[in-house]
Every structure is written in C-alpha cells, then in structure tokens.
C-alpha cells in the first residue's frame, strides 16, 4: 500500500463521509455564490451601458433636431444630470467641438473626474463603448460619442460619466455577506454531515456489537439485514451466511471430534483390556499369540482410520492440486471388479457392466471411490443378489449408475449416509470391519473432481448410487 493511501485509509468511515460532504458542499456553495455574483455584476453592467447609452442617444437627438435650442440642451446637461455632491447616484456630461472647447457641461464636472482619461483626446477613444476608470476617489464607468449638429457641419462630442461608487459599495457588502454566508453554510453542512455519518455509521457498530458478542456457544445468533440500509443488506445477508456456515463447521467439528474420539476408545480399550489380563497372570505361549493377533487386528483397525482421515484432510484442501488423466471408466471399473471377484464369488453374485466413457481424473483417487461403493454393496448384498454397473454421457457429463438389489436402508438413514462415522447399524458394520468413514471419503473425492452424488435405498429391495462427473471442466 503506498503512502496516499495509507493515510487515506488510517481515518475512519464517518470522518470520511464528513470530509467528503463538507468539501462537496463547499464547492456547489462556491461555485453558486460566484454565479451568483458573476451575474450581479454582469446585470449592473448592462445596466451601466444602456443608461450612459440612453443620455448619449438622447443628447444626440437634441443636437440633430434642435441644435439652436440652447436652453433645451441646457437642461438636458445641466439641470437634469445635476446632483448634489454627496447624493449616491451621480452622473456628469460634457459637449466638446472638434477643437476641445467645452460647450456645456455638469458643474463639478472636472472637481468630479480631474484627469479622466477620455477628457483631453476624445477622438482617440472608442466611440459608445463603456470605460472604467477610477480617480483618486471615486470609481466611474465613461462613455463618448461623436454626434453632427444639424444644419452645421461641425462635429461634436458626447461625454457621459456614471459615478458607480454606491454599486461598488453595494457589491463589497454583498460580497462579504456572501463569503460569511458561505463559511457559516460550510460549518452547518459539516456539522450537519458528521450527524448523517455518524448515523449512517450506527448500523456498522451494531454489526461490530453483534460479532464481539459472538462465541462458540452463541452461534445461532443472527442479525436483522431488513432493518438496514439497501446498501447494507448484501452485506447482512453475507454476514448471516459466514455465521450459519461457522455454526454448521463447529457443529460438525464437533461432532467429528465426539465420532473419532469413540472410534478411537473402542480399539484403545481393547488393546488395554486384554494387555491387563495378560499382565494378570501368567499364559503360555499360544495364548500370547493369541493377544498379539488381536492386538494386532485392533492396530490394524486404528491405523486404517487415522489413514482414512488423513485422506479426508487432503481431500478438504482447497489449495489441494490432484494430478489428472484420461482413463476408460469400464477399464477401471472392471479392474475394480476383477480385485473383488473372489468375494463376489464366494456369495455366488452376478456383475454386469455396461456403457463406457472418458473422464480425466485423479487414478488413485478414482479406484478408491469405485472400490468404496462397491465393496459396500457386495457387503450388504445377500448371497445370489446382483449389482450392475452402468455408465453413460449425456451434455459433457458422465454419469456412473451402482445398483444392488441388496438389504437396502430405511428412509431416516439416507440424509446422514455421507457424514463421517454414520453408521446405519454399528455392531454389523464393525463386524463387517468398517469405519463409518467409506462414504465420506467417496463424496469428498467426487466433490474435489466438481462433481456431484445421490444415493437412494428401499429396504429389503436395494441400493442405487448415482455419481456425476463433469468432462469439459476436468481438462
């Protein structure tokens, strides 16, 4: 993680959000209070420019049509525009002739704008095109325009100067109100948007609770995701789901570690049973082959299951990359068959095969599924009973039928088949020298090759077990 980050990611969720929103909202206020603003002083231009526009067309139109009225243009000049030095709203006008002889203009007019730069070389200035200028202590907008005398060939010029002073203060107050208005706005909105994050934030605390108060023994707790925000019901829903699959693991951890620890004190009792008697007295020496034998049987039993579980480790790796290869699935199975041929044999059974296809799967782990489910049929199949294997494709998917017309198992015992230590009936099953553990193997290996199994079983009718096994996905 590199630095930018790192500090980003070392402040919490909701100082965050609050940064966010503040900044947010700083920008949109800042970028409507300089709208704002632009187009108040965009309005008070256009507002300048038309009225210096409007003296000048309206002394032009008293020049044209009434140039021998001087009283008229007198009042226009003088009279109208007049104000006293201190009023807020002031403006000035002046008529030059062709040589800068001032006709008339407004008294005060040069106490107001001294050196204007438009008063000593008007025509070198753009004609009714406003101007800002500023004297030493007033600001002004100008403007001049040429205008012809009528009947007189004599040219003059038009001069009209708004006193914007009062615009400037009006726009200086509004401005600082506007940047007071703004930080207070900025300071509300923050505080306003640590309240929302703090509040948007409450459902993650209850969350954060919620798994502190999880233990072993509280693991059927649960939490409401329809009480939270949309944007947190995936998250609810996953939480939900990460505690039913904790719960559902710990259950059967816990019930493997109860199942192992019976398999292993039946073996271990035993072995410390007999080796007692033994100690107890003295044996000849038949007698102490006769111990070592059963010993030996009981190891044998012990070591099959921790071998058995350690298979079952492998297998539940998901980091665990089994070599794969192309086999014929009736070659293996008739390889399997051929190994329990005396078996069937000696029960007078009868096997068939039929079908066949390719998959690409692990060949240890293969003939291991294959030896499991068919050294349990030929367990629980009486004498003269059949099992038929049968094999075919359908949509890039192999299906491998087992099905014996053996003792069969009742309804209540098909869901618990797969777990690890099931055993429909014990005594029998140890007697036949199982485990408990054949089947959970065979589902494990069939699950590592993306498959699927089911099995179905009608009592004193037979057993149907059905695998799966995907072709494309294997290459």
Same mark, same amino acid.
């Given at each position: 993680?590199?630095?930018? $980050? ?9 100082? !965050? ?57 007198? *009042? ?10 201190? #009023? ?32 000593? *070389? ?102 409401? @995701? ?16 990460? =505690? ?9 951890? /816990? ?14 009792? $035993? ?22 034998? #059963? ?18 480790? !492998? ?10 290869? +192309?086999? #014929?699935?009736? $070659? ?49 199949? +009486?004498?003269?009973? /059949? ?9 890039? =998917? ?12 009742? +309804?209540?015992?098909?869901? $618990? ?10 005594? !029998? ?40 096994? @995907? ?5």
């Amino acid at each position: 993680m590199n630095r930018d $980050n790192f500090i980003f990611h070392r402040y919490s969720i909701k100082t !965050r959000l609050t940064v966010f929103y503040g900044l947010t909202t700083m920008l949109l206020l800042l970028i409507t209070t300089l709208f704002f603003y632009l187009t108040t002083l965009h309005i008070l231009h256009h507002a300048n420019q038309q009225f210096l526009s409007d003296e000048i067309r309206i002394l032009q139109k008293v020049l044209r049509n009434q140039p021998e009225n001087l009283l008229t243009l007198r *009042q226009k000049v003088i009279d109208s525009s007049y104000m006293e030095p201190d #009023s807020e709203y002031r403006y000035y006008v002046r008529i030059l002739d062709e040589q800068h002889h001032v006709l008339l203009q407004t008294p005060f007019f040069n106490n107001a704008l001294g050196e204007a730069v438009f008063l000593n *070389q008007p025509e070198k200035l753009p004609q009714k095109q406003i101007i800002h200028w500023r004297s030493s202590t007033h600001p002004f907008v100008l403007m001049q325009a040429k205008s012809h005398a009528c009947h007189a060939e004599k040219t003059v010029f038009v001069q009209v100067a708004l006193d914007i002073t009062y615009q400037q203060h009006v726009l200086n107050y509004y401005g600082k109100w506007l940047v007071l208005t703004l930080f207070s706005i900025l300071f509300l909105a923050i505080g306003i948007g640590y309240w929302i994050a703090s509040r948007a934030t409450r459902t993650l605390k209850r969350l954060t609770k919620t798994a502190k108060d999880i233990t072993v023994s509280s693991l059927h707790q649960r939490i409401d @995701p329809d009480r939270w925000p949309k944007e947190l019901h995936s998250l609810g829903l996953a939480f939900n789901g990460m =505690l039913a699959r904790i719960e559902n693991a710990v259950t059967h951890l /816990t019930q493997f570690s109860a199942d192992l620890a019976h398999e292993l004190r039946t073996p271990v009792n $035993n072995l410390m049973g007999e080796t007692e008697i033994v100690l107890s007295r003295t044996h000849t020496i038949e007698e102490y082959r006769e111990v070592l034998f #059963s010993h030996l049987e009981e190891l044998q039993r012990l070591s099959q299951i921790i071998e058995n579980i350690l298979f079952l480790a !492998r297998t539940e790796n998901p980091r665990l990359d089994i070599k794969k290869e +192309p086999v #014929s699935v009736k $070659n293996e199975i008739t390889l399997i068959a051929e190994f329990y041929q005396a078996m069937m044999d000696e029960k007078n059974m009868h096997f068939s095969l039929e079908g066949d296809a390719t998959l690409r799967v692990n060949v240890i782990m293969f003939q291991r599924l294959l030896s499991n489910i068919l050294s349990n049929a030929i367990k629980y199949t +009486p004498e003269g009973g /059949t099992i038929q294997f049968t094999v075919k494709t359908e949509d890039d =998917l192999v299906e491998i039928t087992l099905q014996d017309n053996g003792i069969g198992i009742s +309804p209540p015992h098909l869901p $618990n088949l797969f777990n690890r230590f099931y055993r429909v009936d014990s005594a !029998r099953a140890r007697k036949a020298g199982g485990v408990g553990l054949g089947l959970s193997i065979v589902k494990s290996i069939v699950e590592l090759h993306q498959g699927m199994i089911s099995m179905t079983s009608e009592l004193d009718k037979g057993t149907r077990v059905v695998i799966v096994l @995907p072709v494309d996905k294997l290459k």
